[in-house]
């Protein structure tokens, strides 16, 4: 049974830091992929980040969205089979729902959530102005 694990959120200020980590489990997490997405009330699903798990070497892909570049970090950790969201210079527009996806499919573009198989049940983030 696969399972992703969210933890982190919380409420913070604006200018603020947050990470998120994700942990999986039941499925493969090698040479796979990990997205971060986020919703916020009355607005769709957006893609965060991504990144391309464990495949071995040094260097790993990874993918921001346009409103996060430079001010949001996505990692993993091997070993542990999780991922991981640094979030700093926090904004009141980063609030939303954050969830963790995994297991894209081959070729899909990484910031499109249909494309993933596996959701966490999201982590609440709150930016206050």
């Known amino acids: 049974q696969v399972q992703l694990v969210e933890s982190g959120g919380g409420s913070v200020q604006a200018g603020g830091s947050l990470r998120l980590s994700c942990v999986a489990s039941g499925y493969t997490y090698s040479n796979n992929f990990m997205g971060w997405f986020r919703q916020a009330p009355g607005k769709e699903r957006e893609g965060v980040a991504a990144i391309h798990t464990g495949d071995g070497s040094t260097y790993y892909a990874t993918y921001y969205a346009d409103s996060v570049k430079g001010r949001f970090t996505i990692s993993q950790d091997e070993a542990k089979n999780t991922v991981y969201l640094q979030m700093n210079s926090l904004k009141p527009e980063d609030t939303a729902m954050y969830y963790c996806?995994?297991?894209?499919?081959?070729?899909?573009?990484?910031?499109?959530?249909?494309?993933?198989?596996?959701w966490g049940q999201g982590t609440q983030v709150t930016v206050s102005s």
């Open positions: 996806a995994a297991d894209k499919a081959d070729g899909g573009a990484w910031s499109e959530d249909y494309e993933y198989n596996y």
